[in-house]
């Protein structure tokens, strides 16, 4: 992929005026193939350089996260805050860390890094006039080549880019303008709502359902709380009449992430508990636009049209005349081989083939 094209696509997903939260996930999913590598996560702070909340594509075990905060955190083999402040300070917006002696030694390596296998780490920093504001990092396996000045850029690219997302809210969605995002997990739940089981990705994607922060001030007490008051809210009925198993409890929250939709399945004494993650609408358009041949202007008319923009809006939007517009939406439809919006959406979606 060129790079030229990776920037483009970072450039209009951080365009889409949506919250941070809502388009990490894609965001970091697009940095693999113009800076490959085997995992990305991304660590809002606040001024004094503390994480405030965390997103990573492979999360670690509950417990493994909990020693982690309680034991590594301000450890200094690791020195977190010193590490983003550092960064800001010295005006790097990107910086290439490679696993020490010292580090390989130690309980910080064996217990998070290396389960990770996180050997080389490529840190970008999102600042505001020297203020940090987030970390984001790819990690790469012990005989992966280093990073290239290339793959510096593109990093250094999106956090620049992430900027504006970073200070962006949004109010509510229909929940119509989500769809699936391929992020589930399962999580075996006590009839009290208690987790008996549960993977590094289960309990994210509870924290995100939740809307609780991840940090060292939540992991004591509050992200379990949150957690909790979710699922008793969905095995509520079950608890209340245990022959109503077969209805199969479900729930469905909103919130910066997206849309979860929660399903339990009797378990033998116990539940199962499905977390599926639906990213809004626009994210996922974004991602599948960038496998087709359409241009700059077509992609932009897609975002409209998704958005529920009339022609007469699309015309307002792009600064053209009604007919110019009309004539855009007319020319996508005939490269979607579609007849409406609806359509049109629903094959951008699919991965449709696009005419030449």
């Known amino acids: 992929m060129k790079q030229a094209a990776a920037a483009a696509h970072i450039r209009q997903l951080c365009s889409l005026g949506l919250p941070a939260e809502a388009i990490i996930p894609a965001l970091l999913r697009s940095l693999h193939q113009p800076a490959p590598c085997d995992l990305a996560a991304f660590f809002w702070v606040d001024a004094a350089g503390d994480m405030t909340h965390m997103y990573s594509e492979k999360m670690l075990s509950a417990e493994a996260t909990g020693r982690y905060f309680g034991l590594h955190y301000e450890s200094a083999v690791h020195a977190f805050r010193e590490r983003v402040l550092a960064l800001a300070r010295d005006g790097e917006s990107t910086r290439e ?126 992200l379990q709380q949150s957690g909790l008051a979710l699922l008793r809210r969905l095995l509520a009925g079950a608890i209340a009449d245990p022959a109503a198993d077969a209805q199969l409890p479900s729930l469905q929250t909103t919130n910066e992430w997206g849309s979860f939709r929660l399903r339990a399945y009797p378990l033998g004494e116990d539940f199962g508990v499905l977390i599926e993650r639906h990213e809004h609408l626009i994210v996922r358009l974004v991602d599948a636009m960038h496998g087709l041949q359409l241009s700059a202007q077509q992609r932009e008319v897609a975002l409209l049209l998704a958005r529920g923009h009339s022609n007469a809006q699309i015309a307002d939007a792009l600064g053209v005349s009604l007919n110019t517009a009309s004539y855009h939406v007319k020319q996508l439809y005939g490269k979607l081989d579609a007849h409406d919006r609806a359509e049109a959406i629903a094959r951008i979606l699919d991965g449709h083939t696009v005419r030449r």
Do not use: W
């Not at 696993?99 to 920093?125: C, M, N, Q, W």
């Not at 290239?148 to 690219?157: L, N, R």
């Open 97 to 222: 860390t490679v696993v020490d002696s010292k580090t390989r030694a130690s309980d910080y390596y064996r217990e998070i890094l290396e389960p990770l296998g996180a050997f080389r780490i490529l840190h970008g920093i999102v600042q505001d006039r020297g203020a940090p504001l987030g970390l984001m990092a790819l990690y790469r396996p012990q005989h992966a080549a280093g990073f290239s000045a290339a793959e510096h850029a593109i990093v250094e690219t999106a956090c620049r880019y992430l900027l504006p997302a970073m200070r962006s809210e949004t109010g509510p969605v229909a929940a119509d303008q989500y769809r699936e995002s391929g992020q589930a997990a399962l999580l075996v739940c006590a009839r009290d709502g208690n987790v008996r089981q549960a993977s590094g990705r289960g309990h994210a994607l509870l924290a995100q359902a939740s809307g609780c922060r991840i940090n060292r001030n939540t992991i004591t007490g509050e």
